[in-house]
């Protein structure tokens, strides 16, 4: 089994910056796909970054690309998420989650979620 814990948010106003941390416990050699989403209070969760552990690759949905980054410390089990010129449409609950990797990685099919992790962001 594999555990997730993220830690690292909080209030800011906007245009500021928060890193998010997420710690994988477990055996997580099949957890080469790495993600963060977000859900706002009645909205629908949805996908900020994923990171391939093995190669590096990445992806962001459009809302972000530019001012967040999604990084991965293999020895660490530990990804990181980067976030700059923060808005106030970011606030949310921010969740780690991995899979194992199919064709890539993709937005779907994740088994190992985190409790989240709240981002506050003030206009």
């Known amino acids: 089994q594999v555990q997730v814990a993220e830690s690292g948010g909080g209030s800011v106003q906007a245009g500021g910056s928060l890193r998010l941390s997420c710690v994988a416990s477990?055996?997580?050699?099949?957890?080469?796909?790495w993600a963060w989403f977000r859900q706002a209070p009645g909205k629908e969760r949805e996908g900020v970054a994923w990171i391939y552990s093995s190669d590096g690759s990445t992806a962001y949905f459009d809302s972000v690309k530019g001012r967040f980054t999604i990084s991965r410390d293999n020895a660490k089990n530990t990804t990181y998420l980067q976030m700059n010129d923060l808005k106030p449409e970011d606030t949310g609950m921010y969740f780690c989650?991995?899979?194992?990797?199919?064709?890539?990685?993709?937005?779907?099919?994740?088994?190992?979620w985190g409790q989240g992790t709240q981002v506050t962001v003030s206009s």
């Open positions: 989650a991995a899979r194992p990797p199919k064709i890539g990685c993709g937005w779907s099919l994740y088994r190992d």
């Open positions: 477990g055996d997580v050699t099949e957890r080469r796909c």
